[in-house]
């Protein structure tokens, strides 16, 4: 079945640090994938999607690249912020209305002041 | 626009009771996603209503069910709760057409003794 591996936690940084959080997925057909935030006490957000091989999407200074050939989708940030400490999940859907998600185990991000 | 509204917060139960949880979605959307999230399996999914209707559903037992009413509102039922069943119990909204983002409450906390 479809899944999907996360680089395991916690991540530790140091502000203004660049992060990587590593995604790898299996599914048999052509899925969307999402990466979601979980801040502490609160429900999921979704922080960026991409819907097709070399997609990428951003939102608020994260990127994530849709690659086929490797089908991986790696979350990036060029310089992190104590308010970045987190969990993130990474997540796919292979259902046309995107209803139905497969998640990471998700990675803790900490970053230090 | 008001958020995914879940209630009650938090909720303790004995094995074997039931219980009843309740999603108010965003105003305007049709679907409503169910996840259970707990640090031994993660998030997982148990199922999607759209206009009332069962769209998708997850590999949870039968004493899992919900149903969703003509105000797009949403149950969740467990039946002769599990310790095993203690968990964030997560509810998302979305307007239900491909490729829309899902919007989470904040989860309802069950704890069953």
């Known amino acids: 079945g479809n899944s999907v591996t996360q680089m395991e936690g916690p991540v530790t940084l140091s502000e203004e640090a660049f992060l990587t959080i590593n995604c790898t997925y299996t599914?048999?057909?052509?899925?969307?994938l999402f990466w979601y935030v979980q801040y502490p006490g609160e429900g999921l957000q979704l922080l960026l999607k991409?819907?097709?091989?070399?997609d990428k999407g951003s939102n608020k200074g994260f990127e994530a690249t849709y690659r086929k050939e490797t089908t991986s989708f790696h979350l990036e940030k060029g310089s992190v912020q104590v308010s970045d400490s987190a969990v993130y999940f990474c997540a796919l859907s292979e259902e046309e209305y995107g209803n139905k998600l497969v998640f990471g185990a998700g990675t803790i991000l900490r970053v230090k002041s | 626009k008001a958020g995914v509204t879940q209630t009650p917060r938090y909720l303790i139960k004995t094995r074997g009771q039931q219980v009843t949880l309740s999603c108010s979605p965003i105003s305007g959307h049709r679907s409503v996603s169910w996840y259970q999230q707990t640090p031994g399996q993660g998030l997982q999914f148990l199922f999607e209503?759209?206009?009332?209707?069962?769209?998708n559903k997850g590999n949870f037992p039968g004493r899992f069910s919900g149903r969703q009413f003509s105000n797009s509102r949403s149950e969740m039922n467990v039946s002769t709760l599990e310790l095993g069943d203690s968990a964030l119990y997560l509810c998302?909204?979305?307007?239900?057409?491909?490729?829309?983002?899902?919007?989470f409450g904040p989860g309802t906390r069950l704890l069953v003794l």
């Open positions: 991409a819907t097709k091989a070399d």
């Open positions: 998302a909204s979305s307007s239900g057409l491909a490729f829309r983002p899902l919007y």
């Open positions: 209503y759209f206009s009332e209707t069962q769209r």
């Open positions: 599914a048999t057909g052509y899925p969307s």
